[in-house]
């Protein structure tokens, strides 16, 4: 039986985590296990693979149900833990590993943030801490085509964050790379480029400005700044080269072929636990393990071979990275360049031996360019044009220079060579500036693409295999129509008579997106915070990837839980137009009366007056928009003293199929009268899962079931999306419908909101 039969066998099985839509119980996967030992003891070997595939299964769902068991268990009231710190910013937020709880050890791998208390002294990593915790369950915001910030943590391991009532050190030490790390924080701090530094040799990116990483994620540069093969490769190269020169002192007897590798491999265990052991790192040190092994074994290996026992071993190693994005780009991009150089190999042609080196590097990067478009498109939604140029000198420059002397001078660092540091320090700082200059330089070739593109991404791979199997001339008739039938989502469009609401998942905030015929009008723009807001973060991405257009915003008031993204959208469609009740430049009114048309809905506003003096929540523009048939009434923030002003005036009027819950079901809203008035069959209320009001209050979600609404909230579905057709209507749940999978699910106290 071949290693690499078993490790397709690992992979297969282990890969259907990723959609499964729940985990098997216990009993079934002990029953599975049993049936699976049965199996692989068959003499026949399609029944022995199918056995090893189900037990390397059940290995996967174990670990699975590992992760998701503190999110149900310790949830549930103060826990007493030991927490070993692996990253803090100085102040309020730590993040650590629990090791024991409730003074018996804990075996599993569990990560848990820690918010808003100060510890009772200077904290660093490494140090124990014996604290009781309040923890809750990691819960993400969801929408389709957007960032899945609670698959990533069940990837990351970091799947409990909450805070700390009580705090003691059981040993305050720092760790080593913790003085390290500091010691090397201190010395950088006099350079320019020295948060660079720290993240290019040590891993550490949080003080790297966001404006660098914009600039290298627009020129597709952004894979440097990851601890990844590249840099830990290249100090087991470097370790290799020294123990191979070293052997040339040594007498023959002496000489072991596999002295060099083994010496490789262990500095690049140790460089991947001194720059925190990142997920990419670990995966690295892994795989070079594997390569090793392979090695030692003596026999000769293909590279899909290697590549399908390093994929094997990370999974079973870690079978919940599955579901990480980081590692399905390292495996995706080594199997496309194993196909690149296997199915169009580099020519060896005169003109290419005298330009060998830059030839290898265009042919590279020529490689990626193509082949990795199709989990660009799917992960980031785009690629960048200027990748291309920017790698080629990038990718030399970042390698062969700055690493180099970035390995350097972490190495002088140890020893009282203060002068000599200082020299590399500021060679290593003159490349980092010559590098992001030319950078700089380059346009933003950052190019937006959306859903319709994803198949039409599979071309390159496809003309590939077409033109080794000179499919062009066997079978042209079929080449063409797969072509057309790729590009099929370019130009088809779907004529129908059908609108439909999308309520976005933007936490404590609210936006919502009215769509008819490729067309879309926006009522609310989500939140504002420090630094970002929804707009730029969630819903231009939204807009963009699902090839909407947004020709207008409806404000419902001023506070920045929904105004927040407004200036971001402003920036993105300067011609779109404004209607808000603020009175301000350039806004359309906004008031009572006022009734227009767009694409076949009338849209009429029923609050406020425009002669009215409310401000904040009760001068939210409220809107009804009617088909003829069916219509939607969207209420912003309004209180319920607004509300009953509001039904004194044409409250008929206001009878709806369904209703935005006002203010995100506080119980400042949503009274009974407009409840009752507004008739409704379907209310959806936006809100975030842990705000610190408690919304939705438990009082208004009984009133709206008492009245026959059906109730549906963003914190349980994520993005909701209602379709109205002639007669009927249909209701599509991100987390329920779209997305069913075992790590979308609400983990945690049934009801908890705050």
Known sequence: MGIHIVSACAILAIIPLYWLPVLPEPESVWMMIAAGIALAAQQRRWLTFSGIGLLFFCWGVLAAQESVWPLNHLTTGPQQAEVVITATDGATMHQGNIVSLNGKRWWGVTGVTLYGNYLPQKVCAGQRWAMVLRLRAVHGELNDGGYDSQKNAFARHQTLSGRFTHAEAVDARCSLRSRYLGSLQNVLTAYQWGPVILGLGMGERLNVPREIKNLMRETGTIHLMAISGLHIALAASI????????????????????????????????????????????????????????????????????????????????????????????????????????????????????????????????????????????????FSLSSFLANLFAVPLVTFISVPLILLGMLLHLFPLALLENAVWYAADKSLAGLFGLLARLPNGWQDVDERWQYLTLLPWLAIIGWRFRSWKVLPAVCLTASIMLALPLWRTDKTDSWTLHMLDVGQGLAMVIERQGRAILYDTGLAWPGGDSGQQLIIPWLRWHHLKPEGVILSHE???????????????????????????????????????????????????????????????????????????????????????????????????????PHHGSNTSSSMPLVQRAEGEIALASAARYNAWHFPSAKVVRRYGKEGYTWLD???????????????????????????????QWFGAPVDNG
């Not at 590279?303 to 390093?310: G, K, N, T, V």
Request: hydrophobic share 50%; proline share 6%.
């Open 714 to 744: 963003t914190p349980h579905s994520g993005q909701i999306s209602v379709t109205f057709s002639q007669h009927s209507r249909q209701i599509r749940r991100l987390r329920e419908h779209n997305l069913p999978r075992w790590y979308h």
């Open 239 to 382: 370790v290799w080269l020294l123990a191979r020169g070293l052997q040339y002192f040594l007498p023959s007897h002496a000489i072991r072929w596999q002295f060099p590798m083994l010496a490789g491999l262990c500095f690049a265990a140790f460089y991947a636990w001194l720059t925190g052991m990142q997920p990419p790192a670990m995966r690295t040190v892994v795989s070079l393990m594997v390569v090793a092994a392979l090695r030692i074994s003596g026999r000769q290996w293909s590279p899909w071979q290697i590549w399908l026992a390093c994929v094997a071993v990370i999974l079973i190693f870690d079978p919940v990275a599955v579901l990480s994005q980081s590692f399905a780009l390292s495996a995706f991009a080594v199997a496309a360049l194993i196909f690149w150089y296997q199915w169009l190999p580099l020519p060896n042609g005169l003109w290419i031996r005298r330009i060998k080196h830059l030839a290898n590097l265009i042919h590279l990067q020529t490689g990626m360019l193509c082949l990795l478009l199709p989990l660009q498109v799917l992960i980031f939604h785009g």
């Open 559 to 661: 506070h920045l839980d929904h105004a927040g993204g407004l200036a971001s959208l402003q920036k993105a469609w300067p011609e779109m137009w404004v209607r808000s009740p603020l009175h301000q430049d350039g806004h359309l009114p906004c008031f009572r009366g006022q009734r227009w048309q767009w694409q076949g809905l009338t849209f009429s506003v029923h609050w406020p007056p425009e002669e009215g003096h409310a401000k904040g929540n009760n001068r939210s523009c409220v809107v009804k928009i009617d088909d003829g048939e069916q219509s939607i009434l969207l209420t912003g923030d309004i209180e319920a003293q607004s509300e009953l002003a509001m039904l004194s005036h044409r409250w008929r009027h206001l009878a709806s199929t369904l209703i935005q819950v």
